[in-house]
């Protein structure tokens, strides 16, 4: 998956390790390790080890913390495709947005929730146990992270979780959801300016609070947060637009009682799409099935007056469909799962309204674009 190596699964949720998810494990364990060194001098070479379980421990919060997003959206019906262990934590991948905004509040916050459970916990094994030595600094360690692991994602911007929380917020104020992944959005890009921002500072010697790391988290929300605001852009714009206002125009629909010479004369002949096929319809505009063009080679063209275009049909493939009335953004979420280059709208009465193709859902937005320019006087 992506260069990705799976590790397991949960839940019936498989669980990936990314290549950079091995280069912090080393960092942590190497770093910690040699803390633990100073801390505990006896114990040598195993300080490392202890430093392993640390980060192994660390991954393992990281892990739940994504758990608790995902069995919150799995119990809202929402598919959890996988979990991803990467550089800069976790990330579950969801099938589909949550469906209101307080759905999507619910899946935001369970992450960090869980964490201040584990932090709660750990705090109260250290309050009640013995516990001494590298062991009881492993814990702490782990709680503070969790700790500090629940107060960062609760950041507001976008992709942190807090960020999901303003989204959810702000679609629940306004009824629009690309106006809260929007606004998240912009918080998102202005929290990572600031985390860049600090960092060159601290490296130049000019603010206390920072460091490299803060310079490649920052970048990382401003990118992340780059590509929200640009499917809230393209939200927006398709936002009260159905299925039908994207079909293409003059779709390749024929009446199966043509003659193939007139077929051929309306329909093949100086048309500039250069269609393959074409979906042939009833007298009630019913799909019944579909002609290849090609298949016009093999009659004589002396015989094209005498056929019907039934009489040379094919069944009808088995073609994704959707209603004409379905809003335009749950079909370009429905052309981006399945990986579909098109599909057929159809209306209400059950008649074929024509084709909708990915390229016509961008020249729609282009002409809309366009539309809403001012020409200057």
Avoid: C
Avoid at 151 to 165: A, C, E, R, S, Y
């Amino acid at each position: 998956m992506n260069g990705n190596l799976r590790v397991g699964s949960l839940f019936g949720i498989p669980f990936y390790l990314n290549i950079s998810w091995f280069f912090i494990l080393l960092l942590i364990t190497w770093d910690y390790g040699q803390d633990l060194l100073q801390a505990f001098p006896a114990l040598g070479g195993i300080a490392w080890v202890w430093g392993l379980l640390a980060a192994l421990l660390l991954f393992a919060s990281v892990l739940a913390h994504e758990l608790g997003h995902s069995l919150v959206a799995l119990r809202q019906g929402i598919a959890v495709n996988s979990i991803t262990l990467f550089i800069f934590g976790g990330l579950a991948s969801l099938g589909e947005e949550s469906k209101t905004p307080a759905e999507a509040f619910w899946v935001a916050v369970a992450g960090p929730l869980v964490s201040i459970v584990l932090f709660g916990l750990l705090t109260l094994v250290q309050i009640v146990s013995p516990l001494s030595g590298p062991l009881a600094a492993v814990i702490g360690l782990i709680a503070t992270i969790n700790l500090i692991l629940a107060l960062f994602n609760l950041l507001p911007g976008l992709p942190l979780d807090g960020g999901n929380v303003l989204k959810a917020i702000v679609w629940k104020v306004t009824g629009k959801q690309y106006r809260g992944v929007a606004f998240a959005s912009r918080a998102g890009q202005v929290l990572g300016w600031l985390g860049i921002g600090l960092g060159f500072l601290n490296l130049l010697e000019i603010s206390p609070v920072g460091n490299i790391w803060t310079i490649l988290i920052g970048w990382f929300m401003l990118q992340n947060a780059g590509r929200y605001a640009q499917a809230a852009s393209v939200q927006e714009q398709l936002s009260g637009l159905t299925a039908a206002d994207a079909v293409v125009p003059d779709s390749p629909i024929v009446s199966a009682d043509l003659s193939l010479r007139e077929f051929a004369n309306q329909h093949i002949i100086g048309n500039p799409h250069n269609w393959r096929k074409y979906f042939i319809v009833n007298e009630i505009g019913e799909w019944i099935g579909e002609v290849p063009v090609d298949a016009l080679k093999a009659i004589p063209t002396n015989d094209w007056w005498n056929i019907t275009v039934r009489e040379i049909m094919q069944p009808k493939g088995a073609m994704e469909s959707v209603q004409s009335s379905q809003p335009l953004l749950d079909v370009v979420t429905l052309l981006e799962q399945k990986q579909l280059p098109e599909l057929v709208v159809v209306q209400e009465n059950g008649s074929l309204l024509g084709l909708l193709e990915k390229t016509s859902i961008l020249q729609l937005m282009q002409r809309r674009a366009e539309a809403k320019v001012t020409p200057i006087a």
